[in-house]
């Protein structure tokens, strides 16, 4: 009976709480990564809206534009044009005004 008592086949406890505790380490990484990671896809997923709302306005050139005036000048000749810009947000599109 002895014999069998003695006998250290098994894991001690401190390897136990060890491979316990690496286990919920790892875990809690996992989770602080998981969430950053759907924080930072959220954050681009508004950001692209943004952007494609923007570059849409910018191409249909529907909504306000700003009037604004253009002059070309080259050494004695200079021409101003009327020109109308749509979008915003560093997304833009310029169109001739008619009449000009």
Request: glycine residues 12%.
């Amino acid at each position: 009976m002895r014999e069998k008592l003695s006998q250290s086949r098994g894991e001690t406890l401190v390897e136990v709480l060890a491979a316990v505790l690496i286990a919920a380490l790892s875990i809690a990484l996992l989770f602080g990564g998981i969430m950053a990671s759907s924080t930072i896809g959220r954050s681009a997923r508004s950001s692209d809206k943004l952007f494609y709302e923007t570059l849409s306005g910018a191409e249909s050139q529907k909504g306000a534009g700003t009037d604004l005036t253009v002059t070309i000048s080259r050494e004695s000749a200079s021409k101003e044009l009327d020109v109308r810009r749509y979008g915003g947000e560093g997304a833009y599109s310029y169109a001739k005004e008619d009449g000009s």
